[in-house]
Nanobody, 116 residues
């Protein structure tokens, strides 16, 4: 399984960014994709996840501002994270995650920086 993330960057508070992550390889039909954020000195924390059923879950801090979605094709599963009304505390490295077949897979991190 390979995960290829894109998006991220720098934006002022109140702005928007969109992350995407394409997963390819042996992906079981039952799976969960999502995004986690890590800041220096802290553990990686869940931002949003979405199951293959399309049911999302969000961290409390991003509810109403972030939207996770996904596209499933025969060979690729892609997850998106639309981030609106960004706040400085949203700053961090965002990692794409796929949980399938009992295994966690991680993409490369992408930096999101929100300035006040």
């Amino acid at each position: 399984v390979q995960l290829q993330a894109s998006g991220g960057g720098s934006v002022q508070a109140g702005g928007s960014l969109r992350l995407s992550c394409a997963a390819s390889g042996r992906i079981f039909s039952i799976n969960v994709m999502g995004w986690y954020r890590q800041v220096p000195g802290k553990q990686r924390a869940l931002v949003a996840i979405i199951a293959n059923t399309g049911i999302p879950n969000y961290a409390h801090s991003v509810k109403g501002r972030f939207t996770i979605s996904r596209d499933n094709t025969e060979n690729t599963n892609t997850v998106y994270l639309q981030m609106n009304s960004l706040k400085p505390e949203d700053t961090g490295v965002y990692y794409c995650n796929l949980f399938t077949g009992g295994i966690d897979y991680w993409g490369q991190g992408t930096q999101v920086t929100v300035s006040s």
